[in-house]
Structures are given as structure tokens and as C-alpha cells.
């Protein structure tokens, strides 16, 4: 199935879209944690094979994220070779792993802003995994990839000087306003396969920038959720943000970074595609 949140800021209506693309009201009051915790995918499910969904009117209406503000946003860096070596980083022995604030996330066409003072901010398509089921201290590859409700397309953005140059941490480079728009929709697991076969591609301006594959992840999905429960408790719909392969700004000498009128695109296979015009804070 694939699920999506129509409509306002702040207001979105969360519909499902049925086999022929008709968007139905899916009679839920959020996609949210509490739906995915208390069996809302097959509610949802069943009540479509059923027939019993009116039709939505969506003509217009903007796309949302697909998942209302999740409690976390946890990322995964330098998880694809080609990016660590973009980057000029070794290849991890663990994962890498930071924290991008909630606030952040964002519909998938919205607008994103280039921070006041930034020189490099950069883009980033990722595979995205929402948490389904509470999780700690998993024991399998089996157990992970039972707790992901389902995957969606995510646009990491960075600020590079904030992230690497400016002391501390990397939070402060990824959780500048607009840094995480995701969706359009949040594809259940079945609908999917496999998540190490999924092709990957971004363009900035129209000239291609990414392509790379999942298959290429050093860490894959399984591990990353299975390895972040032994550090912290993974709870229905917290977002992962899974790592982008190269062509990044940052990696490509010359490049330049984004800048307020740049339009970005970019899509991964069987989740949909992201289109964002830039703007300046």
C-alpha cells in the first residue's frame, strides 16, 4: 500500500491510494506513531479490500510527508563507499550515526530554504525507513526488518561549513529548517521486496547528480535497525534516514552548492519522486 498526508500545513488529511490512483479517505485521524502502533496499516488494509473507503477529491491539494512529526530522526553517514570516498573518508566499521531534529521534515514538493549565512548547503537522496513497532536490543536481521512499517524517499539536506567546519557535532548542518522533506508516500514492505534493489537518482537544475543503488549500502537496512536498537529504543514512527551514495556537492570539485531559485528532483524506484524549488531564510 502506499499511505499519504493531503492538504494545508498543519492540516494534512491522511489518505491511502487504491490500484487504479484514486486517493480514499482512510477514516484515521493521523499517520502517526500511534497509528502504525496499534495495527493502522491492515485497519487500513482491509477496509480497502473491502471497498469501504470514500474516494478523496485531491485535485490541487498539496502532498505532505507521509507521516506526521515523528519522536526521532536517526541517520546513517558515509553508509554508501563511493559517498566515504567522496567525502574522503574511511569506509565505517560501525555505523555512523547521528540525530536531525523532527522539525525538519517536510512535504515532498515544499519549498527548501538555504539557511541565513550558508555557502554550502547540499543535497542528499535517501531511503528512508519508518519504525513500526517498538524495538530494543534486536537479536536478528529477521527481527529488524519485522519492525519497519515502510519506506519512503527522503532529501537529507545539509548545510557542509555548519556540519564540518564549525565545531561539534553534525546535528547543527542537518537540522536547519525545511532539511528533511520526505514522501510522497510511505510504501508498506510488501509492496517493496526488496530493500537492497532499489535505484536511486537526483538532479539539481535538470543535470543529473546521483545515481547509485542500495544495493551498494556498506551497512544495509536490516543491520542499520537492528544495530541503532542496541544504543537506543526505536518507537513506532521514528524516521531512519539511511545514507546517500556519491554525488554530492560536496564531492564533485567545482560544484556549486544549492542557492535560492535551484530546483531539485529526485526519486527512488517504487517510491515515488520529489520535486523542490529553493529558497533563501
Not at 11 to 36: K, S
Not at 132 to 143: C, F, N, P, V
Not at 156 to 168: A, T
Request: with cysteine; aromatic share 6%.
Amino acid at each position: 500500500m502506499k499511505l499519504l498526508r493531503v492538504g494545508p500545513v498543519g492540516h494534512e488529511r491522511p489518505v491511502v491510494m487504491d490500484a487504479t490512483g484514486n486517493l480514499r479517505d482512510i477514516g484515521e485521524p493521523e499517520i502517526d506513531g500511534a497509528f502504525l502502533a496499534s495495527g493502522g496499516v491492515e485497519r487500513v488494509r482491509d477496509a480497502l479490500e473491502r471497498g469501504a473507503l470514500p474516494v478523496v477529491d485531491a485535485e490541487g491539494l498539496r502532498v505532505g510527508a507521509p507521516i506526521a512529526r515523528p519522536g526521532k530522526i536517526v541517520c546513517i553517514g558515509l553508509n554508501y563507499r563511493d559517498h566515504a570516498a567522496e567525502s574522503g573518508a574511511e569506509v565505517p566499521a560501525e555505523p555512523v550515526v547521528f540525530m536531525k531534529a523532527s522539525n525538519t521534515l517536510v512535504g515532498p514538493y515544499d519549498e527548501v530554504l538555504v539557511p541565513r549565512g550558508s555557502v554550502k548547503t547540499d543535497w542528499e537522496v535517501e531511503l528512508a525507513v519508518v519504525i513500526g513497532k517498538q524495538a530494543r536490543y534486536l537479536g536478528s536481521r529477521e527481527e529488524a526488518l519485522g519492525v519497519i512499517a515502510g519506506y519512503a524517499v527522503a532529501n537529507d539536506v545539509s548545510e557542509r561549513e555548519f556540519q564540518l567546519e564549525r565545531g561539534g557535532q553534525w546535528d547543527k548542518g542537518k537540522s536547519c529548517e525545511t532539511f528533511n522533506p520526505l514522501g510522497p508516500w510511505l510504501v508498506t514492505p510488501d509492496e517493496i521486496g526488496d530493500p537492497q534493489d532499489l535505484p536511486l537518482r537526483l538532479w539539481v537544475n535538470g543535470e543529473q547528480r546521483q545515481d547509485g543503488s542500495t544495493k551498494d549500502m556498506i551497512f544495509d537496512v536490516a543491520e542499520v535497525v537492528r544495530y541503532l536498537s542496541q544504543f537506543m529504543v526505536l518507537e513506532p514512527g521514528d524516521l531512519i534516514n539511511t545514507g546517500t551514495p556519491a554525488g554530492v556537492a560536496m564531492g564533485i570539485p567545482g560544484q556549486p552548492y544549492l542557492r535560492a531559485g535551484d530546483v531539485v528532483e529526485l526519486e527512488i524506484g517504487g517510491l515515488g519522486r520529489q520535486r523542490q524549488e529553493v529558497g533563501q531564510a
